[in-house]
């Protein structure tokens, strides 16, 4: 089955820096890679996704690229700010049919003002 | 706005109790999972149901049910409780390929 790995588990940055998290799978069948973020005491909540026709996608802050070659797809955060602090997901599956998604171990992110 | 229900935020069971972890979602999605979450492991998929009365096991089922028998609730039972089943459990739903919506958590200790 598929194996999602995800880096680092912890990441702190100064308020206004980048945050980059990075994640591999191992299933060259996986075609969709959303990254959630779980804020304390929330369930997660899907920030952005890519599908494999695609090698980036952005939305203001927050930009996901894609290397279906490498296999392995990147989280990336500008201008860094206090509410950004959460735990960030990766995940991927072959979004078709009876698929589910795997999920990495999570990033806990600290933006420190 | 899509929502997804947990009866208990906070729940405390003895070792040996039946347990029901009940979710519900109100967009009439076809498919609903239950997830545990515990540190450093990431969340990890328990059952999943793509319809009603329909069940699939995930990646971890051992010591776990699970009950669909209307489309927008899917229930979680555990058993026979046992401290290693202490977790946060996470319940979503979403329609084919697509967004996966979440539940808030209950969080279970088992004594």
């Known amino acids: 089955g598929e194996n999602v790995e995800q880096h680092p588990s912890t990441l702190s940055v100064q308020e206004g820096d980048s945050a980059v998290i990075k994640c591999t799978y191992s299933d060259s069948a996986s075609n969709y890679f959303p990254w959630y973020k779980q804020e304390l005491g929330k369930g997660p909540q899907l920030i952005i996704d890519?599908?494999?026709?695609?090698g980036e996608k952005k939305d203001q802050r927050i930009a996901v690229t894609l290397n279906k070659t490498a296999k392995h797809f990147s989280l990336h955060i500008t201008e860094t700010q206090p509410e950004d602090s959460a735990v960030y997901f990766c995940a991927a599956s072959k979004a078709f049919g009876y698929s589910t998604l795997t999920f990495g171990k999570g990033t806990m992110l600290l933006v420190s003002p | 706005d899509v929502k997804v229900t947990q009866s208990s935020r906070y729940l405390v069971k003895r070792t040996g109790e039946k347990v029901f972890l009940e979710c519900v979602q109100d967009?009439?999605?076809?498919?609903m999972f239950w997830y545990r979450q515990d540190p450093g492991l990431g969340l990890r998929l328990i059952y999943f149901?793509?319809?009603?009365?329909?069940?699939e096991k995930g990646d971890i089922p051992e010591g776990y049910s699970v009950s669909r028998e209307k489309k927008e609730r899917f229930s979680l039972i555990l058993e026979s409780a046992s401290t290693n089943q202490t977790s946060m459990y996470l319940c979503a739903s979403s329609e084919q390929g697509d967004e996966q919506y979440f539940g808030p958590g209950t969080r279970l200790t088992v004594t």
């Open positions: 890519i599908r494999s026709n695609v």
């Open positions: 149901s793509y319809d009603v009365k329909m069940k």
């Open positions: 967009m009439d999605h076809e498919n």
